[in-house]
């Protein structure tokens, strides 16, 4: 696609409950990366995808949160067990191999959790 | 651990400049991004400059670094109320290690 796509666009979910984002890249981008961005905070690495390489899963908060991606294609990140700390916005970025010149990042899953 | 520091807001007059500034501590950082991000929206990649520059202009945005103090600016020239966005530091070693952001720069422009 013409950009970084995800989905929801927002999500309210009550405590306790699992949600999934999901995050489309750009096509032919090999690295997708995942950070949540708190209110007023900056962004947060949570884990990020280099093609078929073992993802580096160094940010994730906790054992709640996991992602997937097959190949080069969709992302899904789940939160298993909802805390209102996990509120926040959930940003995806994809980039081409070989190119350092930043990410294209999504518009962003808004996650509320009440 | 990597860190980025950037002031938390500022407010200037249409039509003056603005100059946003940022600070890190990864001395091993190759690249140096600015991103804004509007209301409601993801980032948007501004610019960037290699650690081997020290000043990069484009149109109205010129970049800054001093890399012994590892100290990064943007400065915007004839500022718009359509720059009043969140702007973000950010650096990476490069070579897909992760891109460490700043808690971003709040302008807000004054018509």
């Known amino acids: 696609g013409a950009g970084v796509s995800q989905s929801p666009s927002n999500k309210v979910t009550e405590k306790g409950k699992d949600v999934e984002l999901r995050c489309d890249p750009i096509s032919g981008h090999t690295a997708l990366y995942w950070y949540r961005q708190r209110l007023g905070q900056g962004l947060e690495f949570l884990i990020y995808f280099q093609g078929n390489s073992a993802p580096d899963k160094s940010g994730l908060p906790s054992d709640r949160f996991s992602a997937e991606r097959t190949g080069e294609s969709v992302s899904t990140l789940t939160i298993q067990r909802t805390q209102q700390e996990d509120s926040a916005v959930y940003l995806c970025?994809?980039?081409?191999?070989?190119?350092?010149?930043?990410?294209?990042f999504g518009s962003g899953t808004r996650l509320t959790v009440v | 651990g990597e860190d980025v520091e950037q002031s938390l807001f500022l407010s200037v007059r249409e039509g003056d400049s603005s100059v946003i500034n940022c600070t890190y501590t990864?001395?091993?950082?190759?690249?140096l991004y600015w991103y804004k991000q509007e209301p409601g929206a993801g980032l948007q990649l501004l610019t960037y400059?290699?650690?081997?520059?020290d000043m990069k202009q484009d149109q109205r945005l010129t970049v800054l670094l001093n890399k012994k103090d590892k100290h990064l600016s943007l400065r915007i020239a004839d500022t718009q109320t359509g720059d009043s966005a969140i702007y973000f530091c950010?650096?990476?070693?490069?070579?897909?290690?992760?891109?460490?952001f700043g808690i971003g720069t709040k302008l807000q422009v004054i018509p």
């Open positions: 990864d001395s091993s950082s190759t690249y």
């Open positions: 400059i290699f650690s081997n520059m």
């Open positions: 950010a650096e990476t070693a490069g070579g897909y290690q992760k891109v460490t």
């Open positions: 970025a994809s980039i081409l191999k070989g190119s350092d010149y930043g990410y294209t």
